[in-house]
């Protein structure tokens, strides 16, 4: 019981320097998670003493990481990280069939990508005629690479007037 006491009291004198070095963060705690919904009504929430509770109760349960991941706890995410990641995976895996589909203006390959994109599907016509129309831009020889051509993709969706409302850009 002492040793936890001990620790307790460890933990807040930290949290207190770190507090104050951040005096002008505006956040509250520890964000989400069964912590945030077991202390998050404690008033003071900028106070030490609420924020040790709510990480503590994460920690001890892991709820916080569950919570990010599954949206539950009070927790939320828009998913681009993933998103992200799962459209560079999807172009490197399919590289080949994705330039030789964009230089084409059209097929499956291309379709799934503009979807992963955040394109709506009855805008991927209009995707399709880009790619193809810019081609030679996107995909340069010897430079070409999925990062680069997902960038690239991500910079002229933007850009464009119709993609760039459809798709969120």
Request: proline share 4%; net charge negative; with cysteine.
């Amino acid at each position: 019981m002492l040793k936890k006491v001990l620790l307790l009291s460890v933990a807040v004198l930290l949290g207190a320097q770190v507090g104050l070095a951040m005096a002008s963060n505006p956040d509250t705690g520890p964000g989400c998670g069964l912590g945030k919904l077991a202390w998050g009504e404690y008033k003071g929430q900028k106070e030490i003493a609420p924020q040790v509770l709510q990480a503590t109760t994460n920690g001890t349960f892991g709820s916080q990481t569950f919570g990010i991941s599954f949206g539950t706890s009070g927790c939320t995410n828009d998913g681009k990280i993933m998103s992200e990641q799962k459209t560079t995976m999807f172009a490197s895996l399919n590289f080949e069939a994705l330039t030789a589909e964009m230089a084409q203006g059209q097929g499956e390959h291309l379709a799934s990508l503009a979807s992963l994109m955040g394109v709506p599907t009855e805008q991927h016509p209009a995707f399709f005629a880009m790619t193809q129309e810019r081609y030679t831009s996107l995909v340069q020889a010897g430079e070409a690479s999925p990062v680069a051509l997902v960038k690239s993709l991500n910079d002229v969706i933007a850009g464009h007037p119709v993609l760039a409302q459809a798709s969120g850009h």
